[in-house]
């Protein structure tokens, strides 16, 4: 993580390293936020304007997915070295989740 | 501390035992309930196998049958087989990588306390008007309409005993990523703690679906909802999906444990490392991947179509490969090893034919268009406990034995385990191989009892006396644990001698603290490596330092305790003459939630065990 190097016994070269990674954290974090902000609007847009459903629907699940992408890997900082074990349960977990829906919704509803 | 006296009274070493967080002591804990447990489930058996040994008996009745049956399955999984599981898993896993103790303590005990008071609450339901009836997989169909308190007993304890189990998992998956020793990689982990690792991953997403399935039921049953509730609306096919996404991985994370004691046994008694141990990881994660995808092969005979039979029963078929891998290596391993006959090592060898008939029934079975024939026959349930039975409990019996002396530091007459081991071998051949063929003949699982002259009379006989020998072996089993624990003979650190792992580089048992110092592992088989090098100690990995313990504390067992108590409420709370139970609730609840605030605000940093204190008793451990 982008914090480990806190205490090493340069401080001066740490702290222009870190003020520098800091700084570029936060524009990824300002762009990242403005984008979702922009998508909710384009969500409420399609839904204000009444397009077919067939569009509206797919079209805010996949806004809904990138923004959750963009929630673990920027503000929950999943991006960053040391996060592979966090990955791997979650991206198994959500593999498992929808194997059962998607076995639902073939063998069971419909 | 409690910990530091030598010698205490009953009183104390009780209050020791409530209020304990050290993951041996829970390990005991494990041990004795999963034990009492497996002794009642094994009445249960006996029970049933006594009722059918002749034809039209009338031993138990119809309902009481179907009572036994019911608690003897759901005892023997969630309250027997599951925490002996846990109780192997606490008293090896954090020696195996070094570690002083699981990652959270005091979850530890809370995991324990909560399966006791839901298995505890489960088997009242035999003094509070009767046990559940619906079988131990509780089908919606049938539990629905099961008159009585007997279902809602299976789903409120289950539920309890569920969280407890969920705890444990996340615990030893916390343990095992986060607490190893300097140079536990994990590609130098023991087999057992890589099977301990991905069964808690199992168990940290198989049983939510199981956790789903008991609140729908509970609401049904409870509160008049319609999930399952075909007349009104519900389908009653979505307990059956959500109880084997859980059932089917829950098969698993029984018999992969027994796959990592195995691993452990052979290649100590092979005194030979364990034949391709890269592959063996291998096979142990892609057993837990495709557990998930197979759980329909249940469902064969349900209806669900050919295209989705299919599909499972090739993913079924699937899953024989990682275990075959697994069967070679086991064999490669003994092959060319100078090989020790102990009786954990009996039951190892034992273990690979009997488990691989198991599987071939298992492929049998998934066959599709075959399991239409052999569904609900005494085919499947002669599959179930060749691979149950001869995997499972095995395998428990074999780790048993093999880490007694880790756990008691004594050692268990070697002589009366054989003649244990002999007649359970024996016995359980008996009682499951003919059962195949009573299957196969036509004889229909889960009835009470069967008519004469069909031609089920010998094999039925045959699979009684079968059940007799086993009763008796378990009996040599618990003689022998009385004999060995009033002698009380103690054993060294290494007491089998061929000892590969860090366990068995500390005391028997270990000091409560573990390693003094965390040992440095430059190798798989750390301890074999140090051997090979002519030492007979680990090399630390730090300074002799201040080390920092865990607290103990009574707040796992009152939050538990709590539950149990509300669980009593909720459960009488549909009857409308009973006006106490939503004061009972509260009372419960009121408990539960006031251990846990309790345990939010009050600071408890646990304690530290200074350096002095280390250096001045020589035999309280090893130096690591
Ligand atoms: C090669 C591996 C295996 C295969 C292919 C396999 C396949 C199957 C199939 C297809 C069934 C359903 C039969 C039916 O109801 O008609 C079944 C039932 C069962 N299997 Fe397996 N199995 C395997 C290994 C295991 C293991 C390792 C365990 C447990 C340790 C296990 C425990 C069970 C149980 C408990 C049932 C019966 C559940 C019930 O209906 O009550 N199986 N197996
Ligand atoms: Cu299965």
Redesign the pocket.
Known sequence: MVNERLNSANPSFDLKYRRKKNAEEMKHQVITFAMMIFFTLIAFAAVGFDFSKWFIKPVILLLAVVQVIFQLYYFMHMKHKGHNTIALFLFSGLAVGLLTVLTFLTIVWW | MSTYAKKQGFGATLWDYLTTVDHKKIAILYLIAGGVFFVLGGLEAMFIRIQLAIPNNDFVSAGFYNEILTMH?TTM?FLAAMPLVFAMMNAVVPLQIGARDVAFPFLNSLGFWLFFFGGLFLNLSWFMGGAPDA???SYASLSLHSPGHGVDFYILGLQISGLGTLIAGINFLATIINMRTPGMTYMRMPLFTWSTFVVSALILFAFPPLTVGLVLLMFDRMFGSNFFDVAAGGNTIIWEHLFWIF??PE??I??LPAFGIFSEILATFSRKRLFGYSSMVFATVLIGFLGFM?WA??M??VGLGPIANAIFAVA??A??VP?GIKIFNWLLTMWGGSVKFTVPMLYAVAFIPS?TM??V???M??VAPA?YI???TYF?VA??HY??VG??VFGLLAGVTFYWPKMFGTMLNETLGKISFWTFLIGFHLTFFIQHFLGLMGMPRRIFTFLDNQGLNTGNMISTVGAFFMAFAVIVLVINIIITSVKNVKVGNDPWGDGRTLEWAISSPPPYYNFKQLPLVRGLDAYWVEKMDGKTEMTPAEPLGDIHMPNSSILPLTTSLGLFVAAFGALYNMDDDKTWTVPVIIIGLLITLGSMLIRSIKDDHGYHIHKEELTDDHDKGVKA
Do not use: K
């Open positions: 399955g999984i079988g131990w997989t059932g089917h098969v698993y029984l018999i197979v092969h249940h064969f005979t079924t078929m899953i024989a275990t488990f198991g599987g029934t298992g492929i079975n998934a399991d052999f569904h609900d499947v599959h179930f691979v149950i995997g499972v």
